[in-house]
């Protein structure tokens, strides 16, 4: 536990990583409407009449909003005890890769479009507006997702073999008949397609044992459906009943770690003192 | 609370607004036949070739069925006590609405199409006929909802930063090679058509990677579709062991409030009198 | 209570509605195969180049399965002490309407594929085996279902409320642009292609706004799918708690009801005597 | 129980069929991932542009892998005590399926793509690391789904029954309009890939009548993909509740059962000595 806190990195840190102070909420609000406003600019860049148009304007608006995030990944990085640490957080990471892409689209044209990752950083948003009802709503869906993570994962490799057998068998139906079912992989694709109800309709069988097949791999899909449902349904009732943690966004300026409680004074994963209340 | 009460008013709003007596249930269950009628002509009158043939019957009919429903909406603000407030409720709303676009007709044509949000009114088909038991239920699913309103915002976000970043790897990954995916928009709608398992077909992905990108946005739409039915699964089992809300038509002259105890003689809102039994 | 007994009735009555005795049951396995049979000669004879080669014989056949039914609904008729009640009775009905079709062929062609109606006698193969296990099974499902009709019908009401609204709102949005949105009834028809993800690609929006639009109604649909689930599974979970009804073939000769207990030897709706065991 | 132990024997029934000591371990990865490489393999065979330039690499590792795998079958064979009771258990019968094909390959072509069946001794994975966290999962989910099998079983007939009879109405309906109905079978095809909202749109009605039938069925498939899902969240809240079996991977040389409690000694279904811990 570092015993000096330099005061400028304090002040720092409570405007950029929280939003409990009136300076904290408005450079939290401001950051992310400057968000916002970036990946729509991507997305409009992306319009081939728009950036005809538009180009030059999108262009410096792209660069305006990566120099803005590049400062205040800088600042993040500054006012943080441990650096490292941050850095390599989820959010961390998200923060880095959002402001990347625009410098790498020098080197490699088209990259640019990446930095919609920066959407990722909405997430935020929860913490801004104090929304502490809806931090503990998300908490208890992460939470029930977590707790069923085995069963969705065996169930997932399930469906992998499954398609692979499937898709495999199909090919062999339909390959001489139907160009569509041109290799194994391709029917993989089509078997996915089908048994998760998607349905494109681009690969579909055409002879009749093919269609027969089809029929049966629906119908599987139609009852194996029920099984992911069911895994987080029993997982979210039960969640329902188990205490939430406390929703705030105080935050350790030494680990960045969060979910204090809310007359905490010292970090409860490094010590460190708490930013009075 | 106002101690007068005009015996006229008192009639037309028991016919009107209330359907306990014989004439307000003859009153409401014409209102919904001449809904339907009118809904159904609308319909009706965007298909050409009977356009072409009946056109002038339906356009009769339209102005008819406005007509009616305009003397209804006069009628209505008449005999309430505060006219402002029905106009402001959820139905005052969608009755003016379903009179609005006939009239606006004459300045932008096409509009007389959105007359079709009077199907709205037919919410009220649970009051007429006493369906004490589909009020209920009703009531169920609707707080149901309600109880999970943030859990499932939560979620929908997430679907949308979800979208967001899937839709503009997809226009990386296809835009060279499918003409089909032209812009990140374009891309995101693909993505949402995907997650969703709607799979139209209208936008599919041709190179190979694109369509294992496909397949594993589908797998993963197949484990997020779980969520939501989670949500309500868990919300609807906890409503169930809730005590259902009062179930009858008495509506409150004064205030247009519903949801009185089968006992009450005044308004639990605003302390006017009720009707009596 | 009819006080005499025809035997040759009682016997006849044992064989073709119990399936507690060798005769009885191999009576009804005979019926399940017969049936069968004839909804697959059906099936083939409506594929063209089948019925060009073997079009004969599946007449033929036709006209023996029909045959065979007749004679057996006239059993049925003479056997039950109550013919009217039988002949208006669900199985009654069934049984009536899969040998009208090949009849009625004779004055409206084409008919004669309705008897694929006679598929739903067959509903009648858990009697059979005794598969006890089964029809409690299929009577929690049944249960569940008719617990949540009034949830389901709200439900649906409102589905059909807002497909009406949406597909008229895409009906102005697209039709100017788009051939396949030229009456708002196809638009609803789309809508409800959409709202239900089946989504076959025939009708798809192709302007920008409305390519929004389906999205939102795709995303809506999404959250939607997820109320009758909750409906059904909180149903399904209230219902494993309660006591299965007794499952057995017994059948009264007077009233035709079933659901006899084990040790009954009166019909508990009309007292009419049982068979003894 | 046999006597006497066969020291060799005991020792590849150790490496081979469990996974507890450090050679087991190493021979169980090293399988898996020549299970995984053979898949690829056959998938890649089947992709004519790699085909074209790998075959003979192809051709060769093929036949490697089968070989391997040829011999594995046989020590398998040799070190259990009762070969028989081995060859007809579920991974005895998957292990000689997957080295069929190849040979059989000589007289049927095409038949090689068949051994994509190997995937499924990939189901062996759980075992290996042991993933007893997994076991336990996977466990859930298959008991979850064998207490709801009748269910389950009742729900897909009647499914079957409905979409015979929803396809004959649609045949009757769009035969004279639609070239794609043109056969019963096709119909009913066309009643599964629309009522499981899986929507290829291959297959769609046209005409008015029949574009309304549709919507009919889909709302049907709405409500009627509840009943599934219902059935699993209910049987998996409820499995929940009740213990696991015990999870590891030791098994019995007699009779090759698993599931053995942690300090079992003897097999507790035939009497065998377990290998000491």
């Known amino acids: 536990m570092p015993s000096t806190l330099d005061p400028r990195k304090e002040k720092i840190h409570e405007i950029i990583f929280e ?4 300076a904290g909420k408005f450079f939290d609000v401001t950051l992310m409407i400057l968000i916002i406003l970036s990946v729509i600019v991507v997305m409009l860049e992306s319009v081939d009449s728009l950036e005809d148009k538009y180009g030059k304007i999108f262009f410096a608006l792209e660069w305006f909003f990566t120099i803005c995030f590049t400062i205040e990944y800088g600042l993040r990085l500054y006012c ?12 961390g990471i998200v923060d880095l890769l959002s402001i990347i892409p625009t410098y790498l689209s020098f080197l490699i044209s088209g990259t640019q479009y990446l930095i919609v990752i920066r959407a990722l950083r909405l997430l935020r948003i929860f913490r801004i507006f104090k929304l502490v009802q809806f931090l503990r709503e998300g908490n208890i869906i992460v939470r029930a997702l977590l707790a069923s993570r085995a069963k969705i994962l065996v169930f997932m490799l399930f469906i992998l073999l499954m398609v692979t057998i499937l898709g495999s068998i199909m090919y062999l139906v339909e390959a001489g008949a139907n160009e569509q079912f041109d290799s194994i992989p391709r029917s993989i694709y089509w ?12 690969i579909s069988p055409t002879t009749d044992f093919g269609q027969f097949l089809a029929a049966f791999v629906m119908l599987l899909g139609y009852a194996v459906i029920a099984v992911p449902t069911g895994i987080v349904s029993a997982a979210m009732m039960q969640e329902r009943t188990n205490k939430p943690p406390p929703a705030n966004t105080k935050s350790c300026r030494y680990c960045s770690k969060e979910g204090h409680d809310e007359d905490a004074t010292h970090c409860k994963y490094c010590g460190e003192v708490l930013k009075e209340p």
Do not use: Q
Request: glycine share 8%; net charge positive.
């Open 80 to 91: 943080v005890y441990r650096p490292r640490k941050y850095a390599l957080s989820f959010f």
């Open 19 to 22: 939003a409990d102070t009136p």
């Open 191 to 202: 078997a996915i397609v089908t048994l998760t109800t998607v349905g494109y309709g681009d």
